[in-house]
Every structure is written in structure tokens, then in C-alpha cells.
């Protein structure tokens, strides 16, 4: 079960964001298995887009203390774009036993952001020097 959240096609990505969602999963490792999906940076986005578009269907199904789980590991989203779309849904959406894991994953996303901002160039120009081609 846990394997599946290594699969890069969107299309078996697609697949197993349903799954997580299906009666085949056990309701709880779904929230990991959807988890793993969000903290992988080349599915996150649509791991994002799904939770976010099916956000009523899983506060329909996990109990009130699992859903700070399913976005807690937005807190590896790196990019503006993620971060304003993060707080945006968490503002509009709030999840009252998860006040905490919200507050955390928000303050980690923002430091990706900044560190990105920070160090990225100077990462990318030693590994280039370090590991090029």
C-alpha cells in the first residue's frame, strides 16, 4: 500500500488518489497513503488539486481528529504559488482539532519558501559544479 505513492504517470497517480478514497483502503492508512502523494514534489500539485476537490467527501469520511493528517504534509509545498493556495484553502476550510498540525504545516511550507528563495541558486550552481554532467 505504501509503495503506491512512488508512481510519477498522473494517470496512476489519479488511480491511487481514488483508491485512497475507496472502500479497498482501510480508512485508517488512507490518509497516509494520501499523504505521501501530497509530500512527493512531482505529484503534489495534483495531489493538491484532489484533496482540495474532494475535500467534502473526506471530511464525510475520516473522523474529525484524521483530517489534520491529509494536509499536514502539504508543509513540504516549496513554491509561492503552493504556499498562497495552502493558506488560502486552510483559511476557507478550517479544521478545528487540527489548529496546531495547520499552524505547523503553514510555518514549514513558509520556510521551504524562503529557503528556496534563499538558497536555491547557490545549491543548483555547487551541485552543477559538484555532480554537472
Do not use: C
Not at 513554491?79 to 499552524?103: C, D, E, N, R, W
Amino acid at each position: 500500500l505504501f509503495v503506491l505513492d512512488e508512481f510519477q504517470s498522473p494517470e496512476l497517480v489519479a488511480k491511487t488518489l481514488d483508491l485512497a478514497l475507496s472502500k479497498d483502503v482501510r480508512l485508517q492508512d488512507a490518509p497516509h497513503l494520501l499523504g505521501g502523494l501530497l509530500s512527493r514534489r512531482q505529484m503534489q500539485n495534483q495531489a493538491w488539486t484532489y484533496i482540495t476537490n474532494n475535500w467534502q467527501r473526506i471530511r464525510t469520511l475520516f473522523p474529525e481528529d484524521m483530517v489534520p493528517g491529509v494536509v499536514s504534509s502539504a508543509s513540504s509545498f516549496s513554491t509561492p504559488a503552493q504556499l498562497a493556495k495552502l493558506k488560502s484553502f486552510l483559511a476557507a476550510h478550517p479544521i478545528p482539532s487540527g489548529k496546531a498540525t495547520v499552524a505547523r504545516t503553514i510555518e514549514r511550507a513558509t520556510v521551504n519558501v524562503q529557503f528556496r528563495k534563499n538558497a536555491a541558486a547557490d545549491l543548483n550552481k555547487w551541485l552543477q559544479s559538484n555532480y554537472g554532467d
